[in-house]
Nanobody, 114 residues
Framework: VQLQAFGGGLVQPGGSLRLSCAVS????????MGWYRQAPGKQRELVAR???????NYADSVKGRFTISRDNAKNTVYLQMNSLKPEDTAVYYC?????????WGQGTLVTVSS
């Protein structure tokens, strides 16, 4: 399985970014997917998930600001991030959610700073 996340960058507080992740090597439409992030010195955490039935769930820290979506025709999962805060600074990854993840791909760095 290959996971390729992109779309990160430097953004000012209050700004927006849209991340994309292309997935190959699995039956994407049947796979529950999530966006994870890992900030410097912290453990990786799941911030948003979208199930194969399109149900979504969010960590409290991003609820109301982030929106996860998927396009099964493109084998791609997205993360729209609005009202970004400095504490959102992290490397963002996509992956399958529990019970097991795939091998981690290269994430994309999001830096929120003025």
């Amino acid at each position: 399985v290959q996971l390729q996340a992109f779309g990160g960058g430097l953004v000012q507080p209050g700004g927006s970014l849209r991340l994309s992740c292309a997935v190959s090597g699995t039956i994407f439409r049947l796979t529950d997917m999530g966006w994870y992030r890992q900030a410097p010195g912290k453990q990786r955490e799941l911030v948003a998930r979208i199930n194969s039935d399109f149900r979504t769930n969010y960590a409290d820290s991003v609820k109301g600001r982030f929106t996860i979506s998927r396009d099964n025709a493109k084998n791609t999962v997205y993360l729209q991030m609005n009202s970004l805060k400095p504490e959102d600074t992290a490397v963002y990854y996509c992956n399958r959610v529990a019970p097991t993840t795939f091998a981690w791909g290269q994430g994309t760095l999001v830096t929120v700073s003025s």
